[in-house]
């Protein structure tokens, strides 16, 4: 069955650099959407990043110019490399697999996530 | 940028129905999904496509669509569907890709 596994939150300085992994097992990696999705303490979900299948990368409003999301597929990894880091950024951060191979706008399979906390 | 609304909670008792609503522009227009989400937990998909669920997902969850208003069904409601709700659109008419609603907090009395 699918398996999403994160690492690499923990505390960082405001302004400063921090980079997400997430190791995937049991389905082509290669072959559908990854994403981002971040939810800050106590909030909803925001929607952060996805490359979908053929390397395409996509950011929301807030995080585009500071966050870059990357994948190694033969080691069947997805990265988030984040910069610039604000406050805001805190949260827990889910690594999450888009449903079909062709974007149609469905995430059927999330990691447990990793938290990230940036603070001034 | 699009913005999907969910009342922030619904109450409901032991094996009655619960509703929870996701409005938003032109949803008529786009997929709609729905997620449950446990305290402590990721989310989880119980409804996608409007209204298909995937395995494993009881037929107590069920999906639909009027206007511009889309809503998620759980009937027969138990003490573990206690969770929160968010709804999900796929928007590529903006920057932003994938957005989702404001949560519902469903409590069982």
């Known amino acids: 069955q699918v398996r999403l596994v994160e690492s690499g939150g923990g505390v960082v300085q405001s302004g400063r650099s921090l980079r997400l992994s997430c190791v995937a097992s049991?389905?082509?990696?290669?072959?559908?959407?990854m994403h981002w999705v971040r939810q800050a303490p106590g909030k909803g979900l925001e929607w952060v990043a996805l490359?979908?299948?053929?390397?395409?990368?996509y950011y929301s409003e807030s995080v585009k110019g500071r966050f870059a999301i990357s994948r190694d597929v033969p080691k069947k990894m997805l990265y988030l490399q984040m910069n610039s880091l604000k406050d805001d950024d805190t949260a827990v951060y889910y690594c999450?697999?888009?449903?079909?191979?062709?974007?149609?706008?469905?995430?059927?399979?999330w990691g447990q996530g990793t938290l990230v906390t940036a603070s001034s | 940028s699009y913005v999907l609304t969910q009342p922030p909670s619904v109450s409901v008792a032991p094996g009655q129905t619960a509703r929870i609503t996701c409005g938003g522009d032109?949803?008529?227009?786009?997929?709609v999904q729905w997620y449950q989400q446990k305290p402590g937990q990721a989310p989880v998909l119980v409804v996608y496509?409007?209204?298909d669920r995937p395995s494993g997902i009881p037929e107590r969850f069920s999906g639909s669509k009027s206007g511009n208003t889309a809503t998620l069904t759980i009937s027969r409601v138990d003490a573990g569907d206690e969770a929160d709700y968010y709804c999900?659109?796929?928007?590529?008419?903006?920057?932003?890709?994938?957005?989702f609603g404001t949560g519902t907090k469903v409590t069982v009395l």
């Open positions: 999450a697999k888009d449903r079909n191979t062709v974007v149609r706008g469905i995430i059927s399979d």
């Open positions: 049991g389905f082509m990696f290669g072959s559908y959407g």
């Open positions: 490359i979908s299948y053929d390397g395409n990368q």
């Open positions: 032109n949803i008529g227009g786009k997929i």
């Open positions: 496509d409007d209204s």
């Open positions: 999900q659109v796929w928007d590529n008419s903006t920057d932003i890709l994938y957005v």
